[in-house]
């Protein structure tokens, strides 16, 4: 990322880092993800996508965590301790990435966690009878030990 107040400027350090990467480190710079653009339009950098006012988890990066908790949350599986655990890596990870002092992750973790809830009660417990399926409730999912992404925020 090289930021510069003119277009002009930008194009001299873009030929520069070229130069710089091509001779002295052997390195090419892919053109698929160079790009020239102005800061209030934005761009994505490693799973952000950063503009004047906000810096925010890109979509992609969204639909890769949910990917994540569904292989996880298979609906016909059984809720124990064990998905517990593996969900709490996943979120843990996923937070501590995006959760930065200068992001705004307030919103989309609150959507992610509604979400994160939804998956698990979809999924079922061992029961002994069929009467026991019941509407998982927030503070039993707490028991459950279940991490939620909003503990993470700075903001």
């Not at 130069?19 to 698929?32: A, F, G, M, P």
């Not at 490693?46 to 292989?71: P, Q, T």
Request: proline fraction near 0%; charged fraction near 30%.
């Amino acid at each position: 990322v090289v930021l510069s107040k003119t277009r002009k400027q930008t194009e001299e350090a873009l030929s520069s880092v070229k130069h710089v990467l091509n001779n002295d480190l052997k390195l090419e710079l892919s053109l698929e993800k160079t790009n020239i653009t102005t800061f209030s339009k934005g761009f994505s950098f490693l799973g952000f996508d950063i503009s004047s006012w906000s810096v925010k988890m890109r979509n992609k990066s969204v639909e890769k965590f949910k990917d994540k908790v569904r292989n996880l949350t298979i609906r016909c599986h059984n809720l124990d301790a064990e998905v517990i655990n593996k969900l709490n890596q996943v979120i843990r990870g996923t937070a501590n990435y995006f959760a930065t002092s200068f992001s705004h992750c307030l919103k989309i973790f609150k959507r992610l966690d509604h979400w994160i809830r939804m998956r698990i009660r979809c999924m079922k417990f061992k029961r002994i009878s069929r009467k026991d399926n019941f509407r998982l409730r927030l503070k039993h999912i707490r028991r459950l030990g279940l991490l939620s992404m909003i503990n993470f925020c700075h903001s």
